[in-house]
């Protein structure tokens, strides 16, 4: 068996060498300390462009229709439900779009009692990657809730929660659209945005049902 010992002056090399790589190690952190904000700073801004979208206005009763649930209440053989664009709502709201779309219905009695608001017109796809949907609503303090439901590239749906109607006065309401909801093809390429199908109000169980009302003014998309 042959063993080896290393010499005084080979030690002293291993010394004197990791001595070396020590402060070449601390005079690369000192540079990088130093550089570093230069390059940073040398880069180009990048900064996102956000476009909002004005997509429903909610000027034209003649723009929606509606379906409900069951026990809508029938006076004289008309369904007790009003669906019209008033110029002036109950407090004011400042907006470039005067007119707003005035809901109000009337339910036999308590339950799971929905009304759904529908364009008259299928909706073409919203231009770009959504990242957030924005709405204009006055409550009436009923204990009521907003759904939107939307349409992806391969038609499959989504009913996103956008707030409870609980309060009273104008309220802005939005919601951020999940990653999850595709709205681009990796293979073909490009972007096929969602589509809306329809605004769904639902009244809590427990809600009366002899009266409610509520006004929508401005849907904006922001891309």
Known sequence: MITFTPSQSDIRIDVEGFLIMKQLYRLSAVLALVLLPAFLGAQPHRSRNIVTIPWFTFDKGSDWRYETSRGVRVTNRVSNVT??????APTTLQSQYSNSLHIGITFNQRGNNFIDLIPTKDQPPFDGVVKSLDMWVWGGNYNWTLEVRLRDLN????????????????????LDIPPAIPQSEILVGGVKGLSVLKFRLTATPSEKPDRFNCF?????VIT
Do not use: C, I, V
Request: charged share 15%.
């Open 155 to 174: 038609e499959y749906e989504y009913t996103l929660p956008m707030g409870n109607l609980l309060f009273l006065g104008w309220q802005n309401l939005n």
């Open 216 to 220: 929508f003014n401005t849907f904006k």
């Open 83 to 88: 669906l019209r664009s008033l110029a002036k």
